[in-house]
Nanobody, 124 residues
Framework: QVQLVESGGGLVQAGGSLRLSCAASGRTFSYYGMGWFRQAPGKERDFVAHISRSGGSTYYADSVKGRFTISRDNAKNTVYLQMNSLKPEDTAVYYC?????????????????WGQGTQVTVSS
């Protein structure tokens, strides 16, 4: 079982940056692909980014490509989401997720574990 705890959310002005962190429990962190989803009020949870077990492959939603960067440190059991050039439409609760099966997926049901979420608010 994997437990995920996000941190780093907050309020930022448009054009600013935030870095989210997700700390995972357990000794099998490197077995899991990791990712981030987000959910804005009244909307469905949307895929943001995914990183492979080794960190060698990354995937992004078109809406964040070129602005967000996902990375991981397997020695620290931590995955990060660096968010630059933030826009008001990036406002959402951001969830850290893990996936044991190979490959990435944009479908929330494909992910095995979810964190509790961290709020990101971008003001205009």
């Amino acid at each position: 079982q994997v437990q995920l705890v996000e941190s780093g959310g907050g309020l930022v002005q448009a054009g600013g940056s935030l870095r989210l962190s997700c700390a995972a429990s357990g000794r099998t962190f490197s077995y899991y692909g990791m990712g981030w989803f987000r959910q804005a009020p009244g909307k469905e949870r949307d895929f943001v980014a995914h990183i492979s077990r080794s960190g060698g492959s990354t995937y992004y939603a078109d809406s964040v490509k070129g602005r967000f960067t996902i990375s991981r440190d397997n020695a620290k059991n931590t995955v990060y989401l660096q968010m630059n050039s933030l826009k008001p439409e990036d406002t959402a609760v951001y969830y850290c997720v893990s996936k044991l099966s190979p490959g990435w997926d944009y479908y929330p049901g494909a992910y095995d574990h979810w964190g509790q979420g961290t709020q990101v608010t971008v003001s205009s």
